[in-house]
């Protein structure tokens, strides 16, 4: 089998999360066994709901099954989630619960985007973000391989994104340190 040499499940586990589908009654601790990766997450919407609590200090409600279109779920986040958003401090707490939470499930590999813009929304320079995403890169490097990316809003014209880039990129450090950045092809 040309792909069975890339693999590296233990062959129960695998075998467990392959089963017939009579068998399929697979229990959740079993699944969180199995490394997996996350090739496309956001790195400050990713933790447990109870760190957005914590760090607002108040319960909040919990977000539907199912969404009815695209305008509700940022709706959810704008008036849920990202109030939680708006310090350094916070960020690193939001930051790590979403690492851990991965860790903890299983995966081993993520690809999380850090928006562009989220410095200057919480009043901080660049690089300060940039040094609190190493620190906690290096912090759970044992447990997870974390390859941060940046994230662009979409709703932001190419117009007005450009210059926008331009400053912050000026703003930054002046070029980002092996220990911040990843080249997924080698791994």
Known sequence: MAGAELTTIAEPLLALALADAQDRCVAVSD?????????????????????????LGHKLPLPPARFGNFGEFGGYLATNLFPAICSLANVRAILRGGLERMADEGV???EASIDLLMP????????????LVAEERERIASRLCFAPEIG????????????????IST??????S???????RAL
């Open 171 to 176: 703003q930054g450090s002046s070029a980002p």
């Open 108 to 110: 081993v590999y993520a």
């Open 31 to 55: 699944l969180r066994r199995l490394p997996k990766a996350d090739v496309h997450c956001h790195a400050l919407l990713n933790c447990p709901l109870s760190t957005y609590e914590g760090l």
């Open 178 to 184: 092996t220990s911040t950045t990843t080249n997924v």
């Open 152 to 167: 662009i809003n979409r709703r932001i014209s190419p117009d007005t994104l450009w210059p926008r880039s331009r400053r």
């Open 120 to 131: 200057s929304r919480i009043g901080v320079a660049p690089h300060a973000v940039l040094d």
